[in-house]
């Protein structure tokens, strides 16, 4: 699929067209639906043509629990493959990204087969940083209106919460922050500490955090891997960050998502 970004005032002329990956459950609809924003490696493996393996795993969950699920590609259509090594980033997850989380929304309340009313946002590492720059309270309020108003609900695997403990962040958006404590490249700490403003400021805002899991702990099979061609200014300055599977925190996971969704009105 392709559907254009919000990003007129960035490029300046035309929007960006975005690629995107549909998977959508058998029948007629309408369904709800979620945008799934991908991490700083890109939506899709480079040596071949599927999207990382937790990021399918979870549209391919999702649609089995009777979601539509779009997945755009922010970088490819930009002349980017990704942004993990880049300091600084060419696309930003709090300027580019949330204009194509709104894009992809509007896009989706156009579709006969989409419940408009119920549509999530879900972003991973860089995408789930995204995520939250979306559903921030203060800023977007031109795409809202252009997109139809705001998403249902949203869920956040791992993102980074420095720039918002530093810029003083809220949402009135539903969210699920779910983060190892183990996490050296987004590390908790930050999130703890926006956790308790946002339950001293009663925001509709749930933090998970799963002792001993680090950096992308929702893999269906991930050996734990060392990275060391990080930029400091993004791996918490040390430029060494750890990416490992957590089964217990995968399962924890797999089982919240759902109930989340559900509770946030899904159903």
Known sequence: MRFP?????????????LDARLYKPEGDGPFPAVVGMHGCGGRDFLRRDAPYANVADWAQRLVALGYLVLLPDSFRPRGVIEVC?????????????????YGALAWLRAQPYVQGDRVFLMGWSNGASATLATLRADNFKDLRERSGGDFRAAVALYPGCIAQVKSGWSTKTPLLVMIGEADDWTPAEPCHELEQRTKRTGQPVEFVFYPGAYHGFDAP?????????????????????TIAADPAAREDAIKRVPGFLARNGAN
């Open 5 to 17: 970004s919000l990003d007129e005032d960035l490029t300046g002329g035309a929007a960006t067209e």
């Open 221 to 241: 099979d991930h050996k734990p891997v060392t990275r060391k061609d990080v930029p400091r200014a993004q791996a918490n300055g040390k430029g060494v960050v």
């Open 85 to 101: 090594t880049q300091s600084p980033q060419l696309v930003s997850a709090v300027r580019h990204r949330p204009r194509d989380a």
